[in-house]
């Protein structure tokens, strides 16, 4: 069952704009990562939030958490054509339990 | 280091024939996963090892859906028999020692095994 849910499931937009997914999740978590797919990959993952942090950079990415609401959101800034890919949202349940995976958001770059 | 390797990377099959799906997780790493992605239901975890031993296969669909990893640089995911609906792209995974739940590891995700059930 998904216990992350990606918003919207499809963007597209220029080269040079921000891109900015959404991940909302239902239970209490230990952290939440993204992870990107190109078209005919496995997933690679990008960054990691754990519950105690409300943003985190990497390089041209932004991760928000916010627990209360349980979402966050991941920003991509000066976005370029490489950029094109989906996107995944992924969490980690407190107890033992492995990585949830939402559907994603298919974000489309275009030059 | 190699990366997890999965094989083969596309398969097409008749409906009623068995068919295996080869994994070879990146060493040192004793979590391995095997996960299905359709467009339909998304990326969905159908079973997990932690140091070759079943943890939980919950997420395995049917009785005709197995998996074994008979040592710690292999695991294999078998569909007997196979059915059109089984049409899928199937990825293995591995996470290093200690718990990736509360330590959060990365997962690090092979490139797929396309299989096409006709």
């Known amino acids: 069952s998904q216990q992350g849910e990606e918003d919207p499931q499809a963007l597209s937009i220029q080269e040079g704009e921000n891109a900015t997914m959404n991940c909302s999740y239902k239970t209490s978590i230990n952290n939440l990562q993204w992870y990107r797919q190109n078209s005919g990959r496995g997933l690679v993952h990008l960054i990691l939030i754990r519950s105690n942090e409300r943003e985190k950079h990497s390089g041209r990415l932004r991760v928000t958490l916010d627990t209360s609401k349980k979402s966050s959101s991941l920003l991509i800034t000066a976005s370029r054509a490489a950029d094109t890919a989906s996107y995944f949202c992924?969490?980690?349940?407190?107890?033992?339990?492995?990585?949830?995976f939402g559907k994603g958001t298919r974000l489309s770059v275009i030059a | 280091d190699a990366g997890v390797i999965q094989s083969p990377r596309h398969e097409v099959t008749e409906m009623g024939q068995e068919v295996t799906l080869r994994c070879k997780p990146i060493?040192?790493?004793?979590?391995l996963f095997w996960y299905r992605q359709t467009m339909m239901r998304g990326l969905e975890l159908l079973i997990y090892?932690?140091?070759?031993?079943?943890?939980?296969d919950s997420g395995m669909p049917e009785d005709r859906f197995s998996a074994k990893m008979p040592n710690a640089s292999f695991s294999t995911l078998k569909i007997q028999p196979s059915e059109p609906r089984d049409s899928a792209v199937y990825f293995c995974a591995s996470s290093k020692p200690g718990a990736p739940i509360r330590s959060g590891n990365t997962i690090y995700f092979g490139e797929g095994s396309w299989l096409t059930v006709v």
């Open positions: 992924a969490t980690v349940l407190s107890g033992n339990t492995p990585l949830v």
């Open positions: 090892f932690n140091n070759n031993v079943p943890i939980d």
């Open positions: 060493s040192g790493h004793d979590y």
